[in-house]
């Protein structure tokens, strides 16, 4: 299957390999302007910071930078530096308006010059830079009012620091003034050599502590030159503010008359620096800067209207990675000119780019709002992108087919001739077109509501027809030899075409290639081959079998790679990919030998700037590929040399612990183990690398040994905290990855935390000493004890002998105590069952009383007229004899009993509420009873009405609410 693969990989490239020819002669031509490590076509990355992001002055005179990677700029307020990730400003005592900057790799110092001050800064103890002045060296104090020192050089064994008045020689710690005979403009250093401008003299050579005169430069006593450098053949080049550009060959000058000189003249020169031996960056007052070749041709020109923050531009200087750093009048720019891409942006017309395409040596791109072009043997250093006369509108592709230039527009099929629409072929809104297999002269289109039929007639495509059966539309279709896929909202649907071309049949409908509910995140020809991808799985349809069956080889290849939604095969093999929603881009590149090459890294600063869903690469040859952007063009040259950049460096850039921080990375600083208290055992460290190029996509990783086991995932974190650490020695170790994958040096700090006072080694030997002396003192104790035990053990055992008895005592008691208990117990239970004897006793002879009288009154209202005496007598004996028994006292004895049994309740209650009546005692008592309303009433001789209402009169008396259980609160009196 590899060798199916890669065959199929060759048998593309020879296809395309004519088509191409012509154009890849035409657009090397045109990119004669890509010298040496310098790109001449598109804008360099260019990264602004304003006063607002560094917290300074605004102008920005001069730039140097250490041999740890922190860039120096000599600001209006004062020394500013940068590590990449923090901004710090250090101030000059008595002036803060800082000129130049300069720093000494062999001493470790950062000189300085301001107004009337100059001097250098070096690492204090913490490794916070701190400032030593140079002026109460100067022995002559006429020469102590230094004005502005301008430049600082490092000449041999010296430091020249340059004012206009004089300059100052420090060698061997001593100052030595030179003093001007008129008065110096600028000093420059050019092939190792140092070149002095004065007024009346010219320019003048610093030899062996003297200033000898170059002959025929007195013609600049005129001018006012700002840069100096060396070309070679020992000819300088000499840029001068306002008359342009000149050639010293050693004995006389004369203009260079270049390109670029013109420029300069227009803009006027503030100097510059010099670019890898071959490049000249000049800074102007009204064209920010101009990059130019030893001929003088422009290669770059870069000022506000391209991404600068001001036109003005007041220093340059190239850093240890070859990359720009511009000292603005109002600003700081960074520009990546050392690096594969270049850009096209808003600043050259493009935005939004969706496709693009070489065609009659014109580069065309769709974008949001139109199609533009530029020549592709033409200068892309300051021409700006043009647009096609009738394509203002939503454009989504651009394609050659038939050997015409088609446009898919929102305007509808556009047909473009050169630099306008030549015709329009169908107004309505087109997403892109494809070539019918079996059908030559058949093209076909994918528009807003469905497809549509071209056919190449005798003036090119023509528009046929509406295709019916179908009316979804989609950018996502591909057609095989008997069928048009259409990938649209996970669904996709396989259609198949009437004979004639004019009406479509849905044979199928997939959810799924595998039937394992995976969903299909694209599909794409690849050699002719149709294949349809889900999870980063190849699948081919089989017209025989009607089912997916993959391929296991292209699965292989991506098996280890991101989930991929889009993918493009270029003529050259190169297997071109998104993932991540579109986030991130990757291309496998095509090997000499079998295979590929995975490259990620280089495109991780374009994370997040692709048009979602679309994959818009064209490789014009491997130095030369067009990435489309969400804010332009991106141009990368994927054999762009990185061999002269260097390695990137990680440093723990503070170190913070209680009210203390140690600043590493500064120059002079040096490692050391640290030492803390055990109270400051929270530290927290905050990283940084001068990787400037990569600064939004730096990744850290750390591990503080021997605390964290392994070292910690990639983040781009740059700080670290860690609380309440225990006793011992540390080792923070951290490292940098770059967006090209590169991994630094490790950086490490060394710090033992103190253990607490009383976990000191003194605290263990005081421990130890006072154990002994307590163990000591235990023994003479125990040995008196001893003693006295033996004269105590008698009274002890009379002691225990007593406690004994007293608790056998005290045993006796608790018992007869519990069994007076038991026996109150079983006599309150005993008064209890006598209680409800009582009751029943109470009720019986309430029962047995009203009986008798129901007889009394039965016995009165008989006829005793009818009987005779004998049985009146009977019956009046029997009348006195139950009237004797109702009026005897057994009632009254019974209620006296009932009195005397709950006579401590009737106490209390009648204590508690003195104003209850005898009848309401003797309701609650009946209550306390528990007897229900009919007992009670039978008792008292009322109805149950009656009953109910003397216990709402009792309830009322009581304070008693309906929700109050009465029987309930009696029982708690």
């Known amino acids: 299957m590899l060798y199916t693969l890669d065959w199929r990989i060759k048998k593309g490239s020879e296809r395309f390999a004519f088509k191409w020819l012509f154009t890849f002669f035409i657009f090397m031509e045109c990119l004669s302007p890509l010298y040496g490590q310098i790109k001449g076509i598109g804008l360099p990355s260019i990264t602004n910071y304003t006063k ?120 061997n710690d001593t100052i030595t003034p030179l003093p001007s005979n008129g008065r110096f403009q600028f000093s420059f250093r050019a092939a190792e050599k140092l070149y002095f401008q004065e007024v009346t003299k010219g320019l003048l050579e610093y030899r062996n502590g003297s200033l000898v005169q170059l002959p025929g430069t007195t013609v600049f006593n005129a001018y006012e030159i700002w840069g100096i450098f060396s070309l070679g053949d020992n000819k300088l080049l000499i840029a001068t503010l306002e008359a342009g550009l000149f050639i010293h060959d050693g004995q006389a000058v004369f203009p260079w008359d270049t390109e670029a000189n013109q420029f300069i003249k227009n803009n006027s020169s503030l100097g510059g620096v010099k670019v890898n031996d071959d490049f000249f960056v000049l800074n102007t007052v009204l064209g920010g800067i101009l990059i130019c070749n030893a001929e003088g041709q422009v290669v770059q020109q870069i000022d506000l209207n391209k991404g600068l923050k001001n036109n003005t531009v007041l220093s340059s200087f190239i850093d240890s990675s070859n990359n720009l750093w511009l000292g603005l009048d109002n600003g700081i720019s960074y520009l990546n000119i050392n690096s594969p891409f270049t850009y096209f942006s808003s600043s050259l017309n493009l935005s939004s780019v969706y496709a693009t395409v070489v065609h009659n040596g014109l580069l065309y791109v769709a974008t949001n709002q139109g199609v533009f072009y530029h020549k592709l043997n033409a ?242 040859d491997p130095k030369n590929i067009f990435i489309g952007l969400i804010n332009g063009l991106a141009h990368y040259d994927s054999q762009f040399s990185r061999e002269n950049m260097v390695r990137p460096k990680a440093f723990i850039r503070s170190f913070s612990y209680g009210d203390k921080t140690i600043v590493q990375g500064n120059p002079q600083h040096k490692s050391k183990e640290h030492e803390l208290p055990y109270s400051d055992n929270n530290v927290r460290f905050t990283f940084s690398s001068p990787d400037f190029e990569s600064s939004d996509n730096i990744q850290y990783s750390y591990q503080l040994e021997p605390f964290d086991k392994e070292w910690s995932n990639w983040s781009k974190q740059a700080l670290k905290e860690y609380t309440n650490l225990k006793e011992g020695t540390y080792t923070m170790k951290v490292r940098e990855k770059n967006s090209y994958g590169v991994v630094s040096d490790q950086a490490s700090l060394i710090f033992t935390i103190n253990p607490p006072w009383y976990r000191h080694y003194l605290a263990y030997t005081a421990y130890v000493m006072l154990g002994c ?174 009953v109910e209402l003397a216990r709402y009169r009792l309830r009322k008396k009581l304070g008693l609410s309906r929700k109050e259980n009465l029987t309930g609160f009696l029982m708690n009196i």
């Open 52 to 171: 607002t992001t560094y917290q300074s002055g605004t102008q920005n005179w001069d730039i140097d930078q250490d041999t740890n990677g922190n860039v120096y700029f000599a600001n209006n307020n004062g020394l500013l530096q940068f590590d990449g990730s923090t901004w710090q400003t250090y101030k000059i005592p008595n002036s803060n308006n800082v000129r130049s900057v300069k720093f000494d790799p062999k001493s470790g110092r950062v000189y300085v010059g301001a107004y009337n001050e100059f001097g250098y800064f070096e690492s204090d103890e913490s490794g916070t830079l701190s400032y030593v002045s140079l002026i109460p060296k100067i022995e002559d104090t006429t020469f102590r009012s230094t004005d502005f020192i301008w430049k600082i050089h490092l000449f041999e064994d010296e430091v020249i620091f340059q004012s206009f008045g004089a300059a100052y020689v420090l060698k």
């Open 379 to 620: 200068s892309f250093k300051d021409d700006s992108f043009n647009l096609v006369e009738g394509t203002t509108a939503q454009s989504w592709n651009i394609q050659v087919i038939a050997d015409q230039l088609i446009c898919a527009n929102n305007k509808g099929a556009l047909v473009i001739d050169k630099d306008r629409v030549d015709r329009v072929l169908d107004h309505t809104g087109y997403f892109g077109f494809k070539e019918i297999p079996g059908h030559p002269d058949h093209i076909i289109g994918s528009h807003y509501g469905g497809f549509a039929l071209f056919k190449t007639g005798p003036e090119g495509l023509e528009f046929q027809n509406r295709i019916v059966g179908f009316n979804n539309s989609s950018k996502d279709f591909e057609l095989d030899t008997d069928y048009v896929w259409l990938l649209r909202d996970q669904f996709l649907f396989q259609l198949e075409f009437s004979e004639n071309l004019n009406e479509f049949a849905t044979k199928n409908k997939f959810t799924s290639l595998n039937g394992k509910g995976s969903g299909i995140n694209t599909l794409k020809k690849i050699d002719d081959t149709l294949y349809f991808i889900s999870e980063n799985h190849f699948y081919t349809y089989s017209r025989e079998l009607g089912v997916f069956k993959e391929d296991t080889a292209l699965s292989e290849l991506f098996s280890d790679l991101s989930i991929i939604n889009s993918i493009y095969k270029d003529a050259y093999g190169n297997l071109w990919y998104t993932y991540g929603q579109s986030n991130g881009i990757g291309v496998l590149m095509k090997s000499e030998g079998p295979g590929y090459t995975n490259v990620l890294e280089p495109f991780s600063n374009l994370s997040g700037n692709f048009v979602f869903n679309y994959l818009s690469v064209n490789t014009i």
């Open 773 to 946: 002396l307590i163990i000591y003192l235990i023994r003479l104790q125990v040995q008196v004890k001893i003693r006295k035990n033996k004269y105590y053990e008698t009274i002890e055992q009379r002691k225990l002998y007593l406690e004994k008895e007293s608790k056998i005592r005290m045993e006796q008691y608790r018992l007869e105590k519990k069994i007076q208990k038991l026996n109150r117990d079983r006599l309150k239970t005993k008064i209890l069952a006598k209680d409800k004897e009582l009751v029943n006793n109470s009720l019986q002879v309430v029962k047995k009383n009203k009986t008798l009288s129901n007889i009394v009154q039965k016995l009165k209202e008989m006829d005793v007229e009818s009987m005779n005496e004998e049985t009146k007598s009977q019956l009046t004996t029997l009348k006195k004899s139950i009237t004797k028994e109702i009026s005897g006292n057994s009632w009254k004895d019974l209620e006296k009993h009932i009195k005397n049994v709950h006579f401590e309740f009737l106490k209390r209650l009648k204590e508690k509420y003195p104003n209850i009546s005898p009848r309401e005692l003797d309701l609650s008592t009946y209550l306390l009873m528990n007897m229900s309303t009919k007992e009670i009433a039978e008792v008292m001789n009322i109805s149950n009405g009656g």
